[in-house]
Nanobody
Framework: QVQLVESGGGLVQPGGSLRLSCVAS????????MGWYRQAPGKQRELVAV???????TYADSVKGRFTISRDNAKNMVYLQMNSLKPEDTAVYYC???????????????WGQGTQVIVSS
């Protein structure tokens, strides 16, 4: 069994910062790409940022220059540092990872339960 658990969401004023964390646990052989997605009310889930196992990063245009994704391979963790937050960043943020399990070496796409980020004055 593999689990992803996010933390760090909350309420922040426009212009403020938050740092999201996500830890992967369970029967993990290896982790390929890890990323963050978000879903605002009434909208489709969208990619925010992704980081490969070699730390190559990709960002949505809407967050470039404001958000930074990073990972700690030793701890099976991925982070999202969010600065200069705007009201339009309000959404549920989901952690995602491509994980190869110990049991059968199969590659699976896993999601966390989500953490709410609200940007409002």
């Amino acid at each position: 069994q593999v689990q992803l658990v996010e933390s760090g969401g909350g309420l922040v004023q426009p212009g403020g910062s938050l740092r999201l964390s996500c830890v992967a646990s369970g029967s993990i052989f290896s982790i390929n790409a890890m990323g963050w997605y978000r879903q605002a009310p009434g909208k489709q889930r969208e990619l925010v940022a992704v980081i490969t196992s070699s730390s190559t990063t990709t960002y949505a245009d809407s967050v470039k220059g404001r958000f930074t994704i990073s990972r700690d391979n030793a701890k099976n963790m991925v982070y999202l540092q969010m600065n200069s937050l705007k009201p339009e960043d309000t959404a549920v943020y989901y952690c995602n990872a491509l994980i190869r399990r110990i049991s059968d070496r199969s590659l699976g796409n896993y999601w966390g339960q989500g953490t709410q980020v609200i940007v409002s004055s």
